[in-house]
């Protein structure tokens, strides 16, 4: 039986899982001041390292092989501390990319929509 949460409560993915709140990714056309292009991924980003709330936007490139449901929803991301055991515990099986040096990212699908999972090897540390 489902459980649901009262408007006090933080999501179960906070609460229970211990993910934290990493960006709200959102598509868009329209280029953005400051932009990144990241040639690797055919996309280009802004706002990430300069929003107090942790928006990124992200414009695609024609020929940009990310899925179309990311390239025309909004995504939330979660940083996780151990991406595998994350997706071994929803039971879902997903790719697993490194869209730069120390960071391994999976996108799952919830209810329709996109969530990014993100591992963060953090400097200086120990990781795998």
């Known amino acids: 039986m489902r459980q649901e949460r009262q408007s006090h409560e933080p999501p179960s993915a906070i609460a229970e899982r211990g993910w934290r709140y990493h960006h709200l990714g959102i598509p868009t056309t329209v280029p953005h001041p400051g932009e990144i292009y990241l040639p690797h991924l055919k996309i280009h980003v802004s706002g990430f390292e300069t929003s107090p ?42 790719e697993i990319s490194s869209p730069s ?9 919830v209810d329709g929509a996109p969530v990014e999972l993100i591992e963060i090897r953090k400097r200086g540390g120990c990781s795998k």
């Open 101 to 109: 040096k120390g960071v391994r990212v999976a996108m799952i699908v």
């Open 53 to 94: 709330f942790g928006i990124e936007w992200m414009r695609f490139d024609p020929d940009c092989e990310i899925s179309e449901l990311v390239r025309t929803m909004p995504h939330i991301a979660f940083e996780v501390d151990d991406l595998e055991a994350a997706l071994a515990e929803l039971d879902i099986k997903s």
